[in-house]
């Protein structure tokens, strides 16, 4: 099946206007060099009085969450907070390493994108008991206090992806799934949301569902056996960008671009650039820059004693051609 124009109103991007923030939108950073733990940052040095504050990545290898850090540290930097940023290197072993770490430096306040939502549990609960608030984002903690979690709707993404499919390809259809690190609560949510919507389609067909760990490299070898043992496919979700672009390399390579509709999530800048050249059709908003500023500023609220919420959810909205141009950028 030949690729189909998406028919109705393109959703338009939107902003959140709560936690006082300043601008809206997604910062562009394309950097992928792993942060090890690093010292506070001059300006921060230089405020007098001001809170510390422990950050575990779970990764700095991914675009997205290179933003996130970003988002982070800009906020902190406008607050006069000392940062102390750690890289799990998606392991929840060194995770845990890395918090423990985090703990002995007493901070005010520990903020958390967690590797797995069952293994960070441990390390939320040590967070708790040396009497540190934890604040997570994107990813949640399954258990622990947590002060308050900010993330964007992982289920509402699923569906969004799952609908235009089903908008594209005129509800009928063979489609093949890849599925991020299903340990974590985002990558089961934007399956479930996916997989609501196909399901409901029943002329929409899912001939492979693969895991690749929102993994680039891996998702293009997944879609090299994918594509050997289905001869025809229509559509693809990939659940984030990093294997949506290891998928359209395997797919390019096997000269089958023009025969599959591809959709993931995030909108980071390879993805969006993919899609300015009508190599990929859609992809989902989730702005990664915004999350961690918002996630810092909301930390600073708490410890200057003001009421947080305890689940912040932000808006994430699909991006196609038509509207990939209006993506605010942030710095």
Known sequence: MRKMKL?????????????????????????????KTETPTEAATDAKDGYVIGLSMNTQTNPFFVDVKDGVQKAADEQGITLYITDAQ????????????????????????????DAIVASVEACNEAGIPVFTMDRQSNGGDV??????????????????????????G???????????????????????????????????????DFDRAKAMSVMENILQANPEIDGLYA????????????????????????????????TLEALKAGKVEATIAEPPFFLGKAILNTAFDHLEGKTVE??????????????????????
């Open 7 to 35: 028919v109705g109103t393109i959703l338009t991007m939107t902003c959140i206007a709560s936690l006082v923030l300043t601008g809206c939108g997604a910062k562009t950073n394309t950097t992928t060099e792993p942060t």
């Open 90 to 117: 998606d392991d929840p072993t060194i995770q845990m390493k890395d918090i423990e770490n985090l703990i002995t430096k007493k901070p005010d306040a520990i903020i958390i994108d967690t590797c797995d939502s």
């Open 147 to 172: 002060i308050s979690h900010i993330g964007y709707d992982a289920i509402k993404s699923g569906k969004i992806a799952g609908q235009y499919l089903v908008d594209t390809l005129g509800g009928k």
């Open 174 to 212: 063979k489609i093949v799934e890849i599925q991020g690190i299903m340990g974590t609560n985002v990558a089961q949510n934007r399956s479930a949301g996916f997989n609501e919507i196909i399901s409901a389609n029943p002329d929409m067909e899912i001939v492979s569902t693969q895991v690749a």
């Open 239 to 270: 659940a984030n960008d990093e294997m949506l672009l290891g998928a359209l390399e395997a797919i390019e390579a096997a000269g089958r671009l023009d025969e599959i509709t591809m959709i993931g999530c995030d909108a980071i800048d390879d």
């Open 310 to 331: 305890k689940s912040i959810i932000l808006d994430n909205n699909l991006v196609t051609k038509d509207n990939v141009d209006a993506l605010v950028t942030k710095e």
